[in-house]
T-cell receptor, first 113, second 116 residues
Framework: DVKVTQSSRYLVKRTGEKVFLECVQD?????MFWYRQDPGLGLRLIYF???????EKGDIPEGYSVSREKKERFSLILESASTNQTSMYLC????????????FGNGTRLTVT | GESVGLHLPTLSVQEGDNSIINCAYS??????FIWYKQESGKGPQFIID?????DKRQGQRVTVLLNKTVKHLSLQIAATQPGDSAVYFC???????????????FGQGTTLQVKP
């Protein structure tokens, strides 16, 4: 089975802090994704990466950056956390190609105070 | 713009009954669709998928139906069990530039409640 592991289930950070969310997948997938999930808004794509060191903006990239130095690891960075970034963050991966499902981690619930 | 939506926010069924969760999509060029289940405190879990060259696909206790004429997708769960209680999302895949990543568009989700 594909395993996507997010390093933290819960995080509490202060406004202005730099926050790193880490994600690792064990299936050698080329594509990795970061989503946030909010009540009433569903899943929204922040950034995705289709190869090492490659990244593309999703629908809501403002306030975020990403890093993909190794194929199995995709990091989401909040440069200066704000309260409106309190959310559930979901990492996902899939192999190259459009006809395969995303495999999700269990999420990181981030609270910014 | 593209949108994927579920018809009902909450569906309540009796244990043992069949459940049908519906989804409408707007992009006629979408060619791959997925159903996910999300339990409380967990990430979305893949249930079943279907390509646009098919009308029906069956899994274990689940069936997905695709009607391209009216751009409608449904998930049928047979003999619904308490463990089926969750939020169910449909998603469609749009081709994305040349990177071949297949950006997914998700619906809002339907909460399935199973009454004992």
């Amino acid at each position: 089975d594909v395993k996507v592991t997010q390093s933290s289930r819960y995080l509490v950070k202060r406004t202005g802090e730099k926050v790193f969310l880490e994600c690792v997948q064990d299936m050698d997938h080329e594509n990795m994704f970061w989503y946030r999930q909010d009540p009433g808004l569903g899943l929204r794509l922040i950034y995705f990466s289709y190869d090492v060191k490659m990244k593309e903006k999703g629908d809501i990239p403002e306030g975020y950056s990403v890093s993909r130095e190794k194929k199995e690891r995709f990091s989401l960075i909040l440069e200066s956390a704000s309260t409106n970034q309190t959310s559930m963050y979901l990492c996902a991966s899939r192999p190259r190609g459009t006809k395969s499902p995303l495999h999700f981690g269990n999420g990181t619930r981030l609270t910014v105070t | 713009g593209e949108s994927v939506g579920l018809h009902l926010p909450t569906l309540s069924v009796q244990e043992g009954d069949n459940s049908i969760i519906n989804c409408a999509y707007s992009n006629s060029a979408s060619d791959y669709f997925i159903w996910y289940k999300q339990e409380s405190g967990k990430g979305p879990q893949f249930i079943i998928d279907i390509r646009s060259n098919m009308d029906k696909r069956q899994g274990q206790r689940v069936t997905v139906l695709l009607n391209k004429t009216v751009k409608h997708l449904s998930l049928q769960i047979a003999a619904t069990q308490p463990g089926d209680s969750a939020v169910y999302f449909c998603a469609e895949t749009l081709g994305y530039r040349s990177s071949n990543t297949g950006k997914l568009i998700f619906g809002q989700g339907t909460t399935l409640q199973v009454k004992p």
